[in-house]
């Protein structure tokens, strides 16, 4: 975990930032322990910062605390995880429904931006750039349908979905081709106004890539 090197926001803001970062990069176990006193050395700052960080990082799911324990890294079930994915299947299709009727212009010209990314990584052996721009294209969803409550309750549960998935990049059956090609349907598909294909594909896409992909975490 980086050290903290800047002061520009609050020692609690920055605190929060490379914690959350480094569960999702996964530095971290699922389930493994974390106590305020040794992320406070990692990260050469006081305890306080770093409690006020985990406070909100259990906000987010990431982390949950046990009484006179201390804190522990998120775990999820398989089942617990389609849970989730199938949750954020139900916002990403209902942003996309507003976002197609309410700019549709924006949100073609970005996923078609984002596609043309995505392509140019195909072939490269850092899967996580790849994801970085996987991660975009749903984001468009919600940047276009013009709904701030849907949008944050989708990023409420977006750290432990990215913290998952890339959990999962190295033994996952399912390929960035296979990836790719469901999300250039994606686009191709509201591009000819089918809406609703596009959607059926997007459920596919996202719970069964819940149910294939799922690696059950080690037992500590």
């Not at 700052?45 to 409690?51: L, Y």
Request: negative net charge; contains cysteine; glycine residues 4%.
């Amino acid at each position: 975990m980086e050290q903290i090197k800047t002061q520009h926001r609050s020692l609690s803001d920055i605190a929060t930032d490379s914690i959350r970062n480094a569960i999702i990069r996964g530095d971290f176990k699922m389930g493994e322990p974390v106590t305020e006193a040794a992320l406070s050395e990692a990260l050469k700052i006081s305890k306080t910062p770093v409690r006020e960080a985990l406070s909100k990082l259990e906000s987010e799911g990431l982390v949950f605390s046990e009484k006179n324990k201390g804190y522990r890294i998120f775990s999820l079930t398989k089942d617990e995880y389609v849970e989730l994915s199938e949750l954020r299947f139900s916002l990403e299709a209902q942003a996309l429904r507003y976002g197609f009727v309410r700019n549709y212009s924006l949100l073609i010209k970005e996923l078609k931006d984002l596609v043309e990314k995505m392509e140019g990584y195909l072939e490269a052996s850092d899967r996580e750039i790849y994801q970085t721009f996987d991660n975009d294209f749903h984001h468009v969803f919600f940047k276009a349908c013009g709904n701030n409550a849907i949008s944050k309750l989708y990023d409420k549960h977006q750290s432990v979905i990215v913290a998952t998935r890339l959990r999962n990049l190295r033994k996952e059956k399912i390929t960035k081709h296979v990836s790719f090609d469901q999300h250039k349907v994606i686009l191709e598909l509201l591009e000819d106004n089918d809406l609703d294909a596009a959607i059926k594909i997007l459920e596919g896409h996202i719970v069964n890539y819940a149910r294939e992909s799922f690696v059950e975490p080690a037992n500590l």
